[in-house]
């Protein structure tokens, strides 16, 4: 007699998504505790939770966290450039608090191997989408402050921005990232950046990733609903790169 296989239910298919995966180095990265299900809920995506039977996913806490997160940024950079009017700190606040600002943050500390998604999601390379990084990134804000408090919320968010805190740029969020990335290449004489851009999903609803490479070393990528917004995206995670991780003598090399 063959026994018949037991049909997983939609929430059991997000608790095994959610074992699967050892959660102790992102709490450990994050400096914080959280039970099961709150970790859980802020991991959430829609994708799996609409895949499953439309459970909860983690959009509530991603509204609260949005908050908190602005919040403490805020007072941190009115500490900080004491002599500046609001116009500067404000552009401030809304680069680092931006969904690239985040990305950033939750690629650091490499939230996207965490995150529960849906099948189709997670074969589009979901888990290093901007979107659903800072998303998910504020979402866990959230569920920090709803389990610890203000103020131990605002200490992870300020040791996580530790040093985007101490450099942040009044350009905003809409600046000419292309522009900014060509000028520091040009700096260390080097060429200009080439970018190089794809595009899937229908034509009223495409999305594009593009890459920055110099040299043909590709530098990073980027991605949004426009081939401009992508290749912007690129040139402001490649201009990050250059002050961080980029290895100049590999460059210049080939040059």
């Not at 888990?127 to 800072?134: C, G, H």
């Amino acid at each position: 007699m063959t026994r018949r296989k037991r049909r997983v239910s939609g929430q059991e298919a997000v608790d095994q998504a959610f074992a699967a995966v050892d959660h102790t180095p992102l709490l450990d990265a994050l400096g914080v505790q959280l039970p099961e299900t709150a970790l859980k809920q802020a991991l959430t995506h829609r994708s799996i939770a609409n895949e499953n039977g439309n459970l909860p996913h983690n959009e509530r806490l991603e509204f609260l966290g949005d908050a908190v997160l602005g919040l403490s940024v805020a007072g941190a950079l009115f500490e900080l450039h004491p002599e500046s009017p609001e116009s500067i700190i404000s552009k401030m606040r809304a680069t680092l608090v931006s969904r690239y600002g985040l990305s950033d943050i939750a690629r650091e500390i490499h939230l996207g191997d965490h995150v529960l998604l849906g099948i189709g999601e997670e074969s589009m390379g979901g888990r290093d989408r901007v979107s659903i990084l800072a998303d998910t990134m504020e979402a866990v804000f959230g569920a920090i402050y709803l389990e610890h408090g203000f103020h131990a919320t605002r200490d992870v968010i300020l040791r996580l921005y530790g040093d985007k805190l101490k450099t942040a740029s009044a350009k905003g969020i809409n600046a000419d990232w292309k522009t900014s990335l060509q000028e520091r290449l040009a700096e260390r004489g080097l060429p200009m950046a080439v970018y190089e851009t794809t595009s899937t999903g229908p034509d009223h609803q495409r999305h594009f990733v593009a890459t920055a490479s110099v040299q043909g070393h590709e530098l990073a990528r980027g991605e949004g609903t426009a081939k401009k917004l992508a290749e912007q995206q690129a040139a402001h995670q490649a201009y990050l790169a250059l002050q961080n991780t980029v290895d100049w003598e590999a460059l210049h090399k080939d040059a």
